[in-house]
């Protein structure tokens, strides 16, 4: 039969070996819960950091606790702690059964609950189980319950106890060493945020010289060389095979075609035109038209003699 289990309700244990498993559902925005467990002395607090079986230390020196590690099951995910309770060192008069979750409160954990079962017999019926409930909702870190002497006999308690401050915390309070410098990063971290970077145009000049002083010389980068110029003084050569240029002369202007040309300089390579003569002007007058006659008739100019075909008409 399986007990339902209440906050501070205990119940005996006949098995020697138990597993403790930690059952929670999963879905969007659930952390994931990892189970852990502390060994304390007769005086409540851990005998040394050995005692602490959790994710990275997950096996006790002694053998007789160990974690399992999680799986997945119809009801959801679990986390599972077995413990040989007859192994158990004479010692160790507790074993706490803890809950936490990384930098996540557990109101955001569904239907957590721990369960143990006879490792003889672990696919048989529950022993007991009890349903978590975290007190304030911004718990990281919680007790589901403890494995405690009574006598020669082991018994099982729910307890349900919230740590705000994670596993460290938790396991601080019961004797667990952290390492102070550790702590010291988390603690500072939040009040040191990290300075927004400054772009070149924000930075102040000061600020620009003081960072360059302490980054030391800037290495030498290697730059493409710029273009030749000419030297100055230098006059422009030909192209290869060409004579000098020379300044292009204003070039006369044409006449029109078909009229006299003007009385300019004559064209490169030609001969300078004679002056024209008053005649010659009149002659240029009537293009395309013989010039008129001038003078008299020739008294002695005779037509050429005509064929037989042209006489007697």
Excluded at 73 to 84: F, P, R
Excluded at 169 to 198: C, H, K, M, W, Y
Excluded at 251 to 279: I, R
Aim: hydrophobic fraction near 35%; proline fraction near 14%.
């Amino acid at each position: 039969m399986t007990h339902a289990m209440l906050k501070g309700s205990n119940v005996p244990l006949e098995a020697t070996t138990v597993r403790a498993v930690l059952r929670w559902s999963p879905g969007q925005g659930v952390p994931d819960v990892d189970a852990s467990a502390l060994l304390l002395g007769l005086d409540g607090r851990v005998r040394s950091d050995e005692d602490f079986v959790f994710y990275n230390q997950p096996r006790h020196p002694s053998g007789k606790v160990w974690r399992l590690g999680k799986k997945r099951v119809a009801e959801g995910l679990t986390d599972t702690i077995q413990t040989d309770l007859a192994g158990v060192e004479s010692g160790v008069g507790r074993i706490l059964l803890v809950a936490s979750a990384d930098g996540v409160t557990f109101d955001r954990v569904q239907a957590l609950r721990i369960l143990l079962y006879d490792a003889q017999n672990p696919d048989g019926e529950a022993l007991a189980h009890f349903d978590v409930k975290p007190e304030t909702g911004q718990e990281t870190a919680l007790i589901c319950g403890e494995l405690y002497r009574r006598g020669e006999s082991w018994k099982f308690r729910a307890l349900g106890e919230g740590y705000s401050n994670g596993l460290k915390g938790l396991a601080t309070d019961f004797g667990i060493s952290v390492d102070e410098s550790e702590a010291a990063e988390e603690r500072e971290a939040p009040n040191t945020p990290e300075p927004p970077a400054q772009t070149p145009g924000s930075a102040s000049p000061d600020a620009v010289t003081q960072a360059q002083a302490q980054a030391g010389p800037a290495p030498e980068v290697s730059r493409p060389l710029p273009p030749e110029q000419p030297p100055s003084g230098v006059p422009t050569q030909p192209a290869y095979g060409y004579p000098p240029q020379q300044p292009p002369a204003t070039a006369p202007a044409q006449p029109a075609y078909g009229y006299p040309h003007p009385t300019s300089p004559p064209a490169h390579g030609y001969p300078a035109p004679a002056p024209a003569t008053a005649a010659a002007q009149a002659a240029q007058d009537r293009y395309g038209f013989p010039p008129p006659a001038t003078g008299a008739p020739d008294p002695d100019f005779r037509l050429p003699p005509q064929g037989p075909q042209f006489i007697g008409r």
